[in-house]
């Protein structure tokens, strides 16, 4: 099936620095991807969808200057924190649309942060 | 928009066959149901997808009725390895909601 990776697995840094993280399609083109953020024992919720070419949608209480979503290329989409603080500490997972309609996500690893 | 709903949780033990029904009674003609499994610290894994009937692959089964309301994920003679949240899914990416799941717990 089609593979996700994000990079990196996972980050510690301190208050008030900005993080990056990348998804990127291994094996696939993806023209959208998506912008999940998960806390201890609750589900998945929607960030934003990343469009190739375009801006980010981003959901309801999303902030978008503090969230920048790119989504450079064809493979790659970036989500970069600016300014962190430790209530951003969270797990972040990418995914990516495949099929016909897209009606099935491939999602990356995942990625840990915790802001000191 | 479809809603799902799932129970939150449910117990077994190793070698038993569990099933998991998701309700979507909001369901659209062109949505497809999909299922998805996810390990702690890990993203969602594809598991299974169908529209309509049966659907079986290595892993699992999915039986959709025939009015599309609601599916039920069969998991044959789990295994303590399929332990994990499991999540019912309907329709376009773009505006699907990930619902709370439901946590498989199976124990030996």
């Known amino acids: 099936g089609a593979v996700v990776s994000q990079h990196p697995s996972w980050v510690i840094c301190k208050s008030g620095t900005s993080v990056k993280i990348e998804c990127r399609s291994l094996d696939f083109q993806a023209t959208t991807m998506f912008w999940y953020r998960q806390f201890p024992k609750q589900s998945l919720m929607l960030m934003a969808t990343s469009n190739e070419g375009s801006k980010a949608t981003y959901e309801q209480g999303v902030e978008k200057d503090k969230f920048l979503i790119n989504h450079a290329s064809l493979t790659l989409s970036t989500l970069t924190v600016t300014s962190a603080h430790p209530e951003d500490s969270s797990f972040y997972i990418c995914s990516a649309p495949v099929g016909f309609r897209g009606e099935t996500q491939y999602f990356g690893p995942g990625t840990r942060l915790l802001v000191l | 928009l479809a809603k799902t709903t799932q129970p939150i949780s449910m117990d077994s033990y190793e070698g038993q066959e569990v099933n998991i029904t998701c309700s979507h009674n909001n369901i659209a003609t062109n949505d497809y149901i999909t299922w998805y499994q996810q390990f702690p610290s890990q993203g969602p894994r594809f598991i299974i997808q169908?529209?309509?009937t049966k659907v079986t692959n290595e892993v699992a089964s999915l039986f959709i009725p025939a009015d599309r309301k609601s599916s039920t994920l069969s998991l044959p003679r789990v295994s303590l390895s399929d332990t994990a949240v499991y999540y019912c899914?309907?329709?376009?990416?773009?505006?699907?909601?990930f619902g709370a799941g439901t946590r498989l717990t199976v124990k030996p």
């Open positions: 899914l309907v329709g376009d990416p773009r505006d699907m909601r």
């Open positions: 169908g529209y309509k």
